[in-house]
Antibody, heavy 119, light 110 residues
Framework: QVQLVESGGGVVQPGRSLRLSCAASGFTFISYPMHWVRQTPGRGLEWVAL????????YYADSVKGRFTISRDDSKSTLYLQMNSLRPEDTALYYC????????????WGQGILVTVSS | QSVLTQSPSVSAAPGQKVTISCSGSSSNIGKNYVSWYQQLPGTAPKFLIYEDKKRPSGIPDRFSGSRSGTSATLDITGLQTGDEAHYYC???????????FGGGTKLTVL
C-alpha cells in the first residue's frame, strides 16, 4: 500500500532553515507529481508547493515563493522541502501528498510533520 | 481568506442527506476538475472525490460530487456519525498557477 512518511520537522528560530523529507513507498514514485500542503492547528489546508513527475516543473504558493524549494530524488523515492528564511507564520503541520492526473488532486497523504518557528 | 468559498458548517441528522458547496471563479472551478477531501479529527485528509464526481476505490457511493459553472458540490446521503469531519474542496487555478483550497466545511451529524 502507498506510504508517505515525513521527517525533519521541529522547532526553529525565525530566519533559520529547515529541510523536510518525505519517504515514499508502495507506488512507482517517478510516475507521479508530488506536493507539500500545510495546515495551521485549527485552521484549513494551505497548498505549499508542487513538483512534476519528472522534476522539470515546480510551482509555489506566493507565501513561500523565493524562500522554499521543492525537490525530489527518484533514486531514493524521496520528496524534499527546503525551507529558508522561516517566519512564525510558517508554523504548521506539513503534509506530503502524492498527486494524480491533474495538478489539483491529492491521492494519498502522509501523517504530517510539525514545524514550529519561534524564538 | 480562501480563494474557494465554502460554508463554515453544516449539520443534519443520521440517515439524512447534506450538500456542501464550493464556490470559485472562471480560472479555477470554471476551468479545472474539482476534488474533495475528508478530514476526520486528528487525522490527515483523505481523498474523497476527484475529477468532479469520481470516487477512489473504497469510497462508498453515499458520497457524490458535481460541478456546474464556477461551483461544485459534495453530496453525502445516509449520514452516519462517522461522517463528522471537515470537508475541503480543492482545484488548480490556471491563472495563478497554484492549487487552491476552500476554507473547509465542518459537518456535524446530530
Amino acid at each position: 500500500q502507498v506510504q508517505l512518511v515525513e521527517s525533519g520537522g521541529g522547532v526553529v528560530q525565525p530566519g533559520r532553515s529547515l529541510r523536510l523529507s518525505c519517504a515514499a513507498s508502495g507506488f512507482t514514485f517517478i510516475s507521479y507529481p508530488m506536493h507539500w500542503v500545510r495546515q495551521t492547528p485549527g485552521r484549513g489546508l494551505e497548498w505549499v508547493a508542487l513538483i512534476s513527475y519528472d522534476g522539470r516543473n515546480t510551482y509555489y504558493a506566493d507565501s513561500v515563493k523565493g524562500r522554499f524549494t521543492i525537490s525530489r530524488d527518484d533514486s531514493k523515492s524521496t520528496l524534499y522541502l527546503q525551507m529558508n528564511s522561516l517566519r512564525p507564520e510558517d508554523t504548521a503541520l506539513y503534509y506530503c501528498a502524492r498527486g494524480g492526473s491533474w495538478f489539483g488532486e491529492f491521492h494519498h497523504w502522509g501523517q504530517g510533520i510539525l514545524v514550529t518557528v519561534s524564538s | 481568506q480562501s480563494v474557494l468559498t465554502q460554508s463554515p458548517s453544516v449539520s443534519a441528522a443520521p440517515g439524512q442527506k447534506v450538500t456542501i458547496s464550493c464556490s470559485g471563479s472562471s480560472s479555477n472551478i470554471g476551468k479545472n476538475y474539482v476534488s474533495w477531501y475528508q478530514q476526520l479529527p486528528g487525522t490527515a485528509p483523505k481523498f474523497l472525490i476527484y475529477e468532479d464526481k469520481k470516487r477512489p476505490s473504497g469510497i462508498p457511493d453515499r458520497f457524490s460530487g458535481s460541478r456546474s459553472g464556477t461551483s461544485a458540490t459534495l453530496d453525502i446521503t445516509g449520514l452516519q456519525t462517522g461522517d463528522e469531519a471537515h470537508y475541503y474542496c480543492g482545484v488548480w487555478d490556471s491563472s495563478l498557477n497554484v492549487v487552491v483550497f476552500g476554507g473547509g466545511t465542518k459537518l456535524t451529524v446530530l
